[in-house]
């Protein structure tokens, strides 16, 4: 049974009690209890770091590695393919490894890099933004996009045209991308 039949059921099912208040109250219920996870607890992490996180959600966002000195808050981004030991730097930039060290980050005695996220990550983010729309249309529309072939660019066109939620998508995606690099900064510092 696909997802588009199984969420036609439970609709069905909401439609079915739609006037009577004890069974919607036990469906509310049951769909907080069960399936809605609680949030989980917001990272701590000391307030001198805000500048660097929100560089480093952007770095992480556009695809690259960040660096971040955790002495000096500076950060350093790198595209991942530099840091392959395949990748030929010489051939692509015209400068030995060894004839310049361009990195800084090398250079830092106690840093935290941060990668971009996973596919099956970024996957969840948008899972959990469509989970949170209330405009139901809409949200069909991303659950679908979801359960298909090329889901990360279906899910791309719902959103570029779907007017005031493109905004909501990036903001939602922001504060998640804000609350991993917190959670790794949190970890980081803990030990």
């Known amino acids: 049974m696909n ?35 609680p949030e989980e607890p917001k990272p701590k992490v000391p307030e001198k ?19 971040l000195n955790l002495d000096t808050l500076e950060t350093e981004d790198v595209a991942p393919e530099w840091l392959d030991e395949d990748f030929d730097f010489e051939l ?13 980050h090398n250079d830092w005695e106690n840093s935290l890099k941060f990668e971009p996220l ?7 983010i948008m899972e959990y933004f469509t989970s949170q729309l209330k405009n139901i249309p809409l949200q069909n529309k991303l659950i679908n ?13 719902h959103i570029d045209n779907s007017g005031e939620f493109r905004q909501q998508w990036f903001n939602v995606k922001q504060k998640q991308l804000e609350k991993h690099v917190k959670t790794l900064l949190e970890i980081k510092l803990q030990n």
């Open 3 to 37: 997802t588009q039949h199984l969420l036609t059921e439970i609709l069905g099912i909401l439609h079915e009690v739609k006037d009577d208040k004890k069974s919607l109250e036990k469906v509310l219920s049951f769909l907080n209890k069960e399936i809605v996870l």
């Open 49 to 67: 770091f805000n500048p660097a996180i929100q560089q480093i959600v952007g770095a992480i966002d556009a695809g690259m590695v960040c660096f």
């Open 92 to 104: 692509k930039t015209g400068v030995s490894k060894d004839e310049m060290d361009i990195f800084k």
């Open 118 to 124: 996973e596919s099956s990550e970024s996957f969840r």
């Open 145 to 157: 996009a979801l359960n298909n072939r090329k889901p990360f660019a279906n899910f791309k066109f």
